[in-house]
C-alpha cells in the first residue's frame, strides 16, 4: 500500500534525511580535501590529481543509471533497503581508505592508487545514493509533502557541510596534522559516515512507497522514456551546469582560505553560520515555494546566491581589527556566510523536490514512474559536473601558477591566488547565469 496519506510522518522524515549527513560527507570532504592531500602530501601535480576524480566519475555516467533500473527491478520483491546497506558500508570503508597512505613510490603511483580507491567508493556511494534520491520521489503523492520531506534531507545535508567541509581540517590539525591527521580525520570520518546511513537504511525498512502500475521495462526503454520526459530533461539541464560551477569553488575552498584570506580557523564559523541560516530559512522556502510556486523561488534563490558569489573575487586578507579579533574581511566573509545560508541549500532543496515532480509526471503520463534510473541519470549527471570541477580547477590553477608539494603548503603568487579566486566566484556566477537561462523553458505540463 503507497503513503499516501496527507502528511509524512516526522520520524520517517527524519529516517529519510539523516542518511544524507553521511552521505553529504562523502560527497564534499573528498571534493573539498583530495585535491589539497594529494598537492601537498602525495605529490601530485593540480592537473593530474583532477583527472584522478574525474576518472571514477566519468564511470558513473553509466553506473548510475544501471544502478537505477537494478533498484527498480529488486524494489517490487524487497524495497531499496539492500541496496541502502550495502552502499552505506562500502562507502564508508572507501572514505577511509582514501586517507590512510601516503607512503607511495612516486606521484604517479599516488595518483593510480587513489583513483581506484576513489573508484570503488563512488561505486558503492552509487550503490547508497541513487536508490536514496529514488525514495524522495516515493514517499507521498502529495508535491508539497515532497518539499517537506526534501527539507529534511537538506537541513540533513547543512550539518553534513559543518562537518564535511568545516571541521575535516581542524578535525585532521587536531590529529597532530601530517599523515596521522589525515589518517584520523579519515576513520572518524567514516564512522560518522556508516552510522548515519545505516539509520537511513534500516529507519526506512517496511515503509510503504508509491508502486509503479506496471514493471519497469529493460534499461534501455526506461531511458528512453526518460529522454521524452521535457521537464526533466530541462531541470537536468539546469542542475548539470550550475553544479560543474559549484564543482570549480568546491575544489577550491581549502586554497581559497589558505592563500587568498589566509585565515583557515574562519572555515568552521563561515560554515556554521552558513548551515545555522539555511537551516532557519528552509520552512520559510517551504512555506513561500506553496504559495508562489517551486520554479519562482527557485529563480529567486538561484539570483541571490549569483549575486553574493560574484563578491568574493575581491576578497583579501584582513589588514585591521574591528571586534573580537576580527578584522573587516573576516566580518565580510561572515557576511557572506549569512546570505549564502539562506539561498544556497533553498535553490538545492528546489530542485529535488521539483525532480519529484518530475517523476511523478512520468508516474502520471506513462503509468510507470522508473524513479530509480530518473535518479540515477540526475545523479549521475551531478556527480560528473562534480568530477569535471577539478580537472577545470587544476587546469586554472597550472595556467596561473599553483606550486604543488609533498611536504605540506608553500607559498604561492599572486598570479596563482588570482586563479584561485576567479574558480571560487567570477566561474560559478557564468554557469549560474547560463543556467538560469535554460531553466526558463521548464514547463511542468501537469500539476498536481
Known sequence: MANTEARVPTRVALAYGTGQLGAQIFRDTPAVLLPLFMTTMLGVPPWLAGFVVLVPKLWLIVCDPLMGSWSDRVKPHKGRTPFLLAGAVLTSLAFVALFWHTGYSSSAMAALVTCALFFVGSTAFSMFSVPYLAVGSEISSDPHQRTR???????????????GVGAAQPVMEAFGGGAAGWRAMGLSFGLL???????????????????????????FSQLKQASENRPFRTLLATHFIQSVGQACSYTVIAFVYL??????????????????????SQPVWVALSRRYGKERCYVAAMLGWTL???SWFFVRPA?????????TQHLLVL?????????????????????????????????????GVFSGIFSAAEKLAFALGPVIAGIVMSVFGFRESTHGVVEQ??????????????VPVATQLISLALFSRYRLPTAE
Open 193 to 219: 559516515c556508516i552510522g548515519t546511513m545505516l539509520v537511513t537504511a534500516l529507519g526506512l525498512k517496511g515503509v510503504a512507497l508509491i508502486e509503479s502500475e506496471s514493471t519497469p521495462g529493460n534499461i
Open 413 to 426: 603568487t599572486p598570479h596563482a591566488i588570482t586563479g584561485i579566486l576567479l574558480l571560487y566566484s567570477l
Open 149 to 163: 520531506v526534501m527539507m529534511y534531507r537538506l537541513n540533513f545535508m547543512t550539518l553534513g557541510v559543518v562537518v
Open 335 to 371: 557576511l557572506r556566510a549569512v546570505i549564502i545560508g539562506v539561498f544556497n541549500a533553498s535553490f538545492i532543496m528546489l530542485a529535488l523536490s521539483m525532480l519529484t515532480d518530475t517523476i511523478a509526471y512520468e508516474r502520471t503520463r506513462t503509468g510507470v514512474a522508473n524513479e
Open 308 to 310: 553574493v558569489t560574484a
Open 319 to 327: 589588514d585591521d581589527v574591528v571586534i573580537a579579533g576580527l578584522g
Open 259 to 280: 592563500y587568498a584570506v589566509q585565515a583557515v580557523w574562519i572555515i568552521l564559523p563561515f560554515v556554521l553560520v552558513m548551515s545555522v541560516m539555511a537551516i532557519i
